[in-house]
C-alpha cells in the first residue's frame, strides 16, 4: 500500500484551517515544526485523504488542502485500511497512527457548507516516532512488520 503526499499543511494557531506550505520538518515525539500541534501528545501529525476529500469539494469547490485542517494531503494510500499502532513512513520520517477519527465539538465552515466534515470520521493522527523532512510528491506507504522497519531503518543510516 503506497501513495504520496500532495500537501503538507500547518497552521500557527489551533482552530483555523491549515495552509500548504510544501514541506516541513517533522520532529520526532514532538510533530511538524511550526505547527500549532507540536508537541501535542499523541495526535502530533494528522492525515487526510484526498480522494475523499475531492468528495466534499463537489458541494464546496473553493476549498483547498488544509482546509480540513490536516497536515498531510494523501493520495494513492488508503488510509482506511490503517489500524492503532501501524507505521507509515512518510517522505524520510516513520508515523505511528495513535488515532483514527476525532470527536467534533462544534460544526466547522466545512460542515455548514457542505453537510458534512470528514476529518472527524476519516482523519488519521500520528506520533512522530522517526523525524525528517517531507514535502509535496513524496512518497507514503505502510510499513508492515518489523523486518520492513529494520531494513527502512538500516537504509537510513
Same mark, same amino acid.
Given at each position: 500500500?503506497?501513495? /504520496?503526499?500532495? &500537501?503538507?499543511?500547518? #497552521?500557527?494557531?489551533?482552530? +483555523?484551517?491549515?495552509? =500548504?506550505?510544501?514541506?516541513?520538518? %517533522?520532529?520526532?515525539?514532538?510533530?511538524?515544526?511550526?505547527d500549532?500541534?507540536?508537541?501535542?501528545g499523541?495526535?502530533?501529525?494528522?492525515?487526510l485523504?484526498?480522494?475523499?476529500?475531492?468528495?466534499?469539494?463537489?458541494?464546496?469547490? /473553493?476549498?483547498? &488542502?488544509?482546509?480540513? #485542517?490536516?497536515?498531510?494531503? +494523501?493520495?494513492?494510500? =488508503?488510509?482506511?485500511?490503517?489500524? %492503532?499502532?501501524?507505521r507509515?513512513?512518510?517522505?524520510s520520517?516513520?508515523?505511528?497512527?495513535?488515532?483514527?477519527?476525532?470527536?467534533?465539538?462544534?460544526?466547522?465552515?466545512?460542515?455548514?457548507?457542505a453537510?458534512?466534515?470528514?476529518m472527524?470520521?476519516?482523519?488519521?493522527?500520528?506520533?512522530?516516532?522517526?523525524?525528517?523532512?517531507?514535502?509535496?510528491?513524496?512518497?507514503?506507504?505502510?510499513?508492515?512488520?518489523?523486518?520492513?522497519?529494520?531494513?527502512?531503518?538500516?537504509?537510513?543510516?
Amino acid at each position: 500500500m503506497s501513495g /504520496h503526499i500532495v &500537501a503538507v499543511c500547518r #497552521a500557527p494557531v489551533k482552530g +483555523v484551517q491549515k495552509n =500548504d506550505i510544501g514541506e516541513a520538518l %517533522l520532529v520526532k515525539d514532538k510533530g511538524m515544526e511550526g505547527d500549532a500541534h507540536f508537541g501535542f501528545g499523541h495526535r502530533q501529525v494528522s492525515l487526510l485523504n484526498a480522494e475523499e476529500a475531492a468528495k466534499i469539494k463537489i458541494k464546496v469547490p /473553493h476549498l483547498k &488542502a488544509g482546509d480540513f #485542517a490536516e497536515n498531510l494531503l +494523501v493520495e494513492g494510500f =488508503d488510509l482506511a485500511r490503517l489500524v %492503532l499502532g501501524d507505521r507509515v513512513r512518510a517522505g524520510s520520517s516513520i508515523l505511528e497512527v495513535t488515532q483514527i477519527g476525532k470527536e467534533c465539538h462544534s460544526h466547522c465552515a466545512i460542515y455548514e457548507a457542505a453537510g458534512d466534515c470528514i476529518m472527524p470520521r476519516l482523519g488519521v493522527f500520528c506520533r512522530v516516532v522517526r523525524g525528517g523532512t517531507i514535502r509535496n510528491g513524496d512518497a507514503i506507504n505502510a510499513i508492515r512488520g518489523k523486518t520492513e522497519l529494520e531494513s527502512y531503518e538500516q537504509e537510513l543510516l
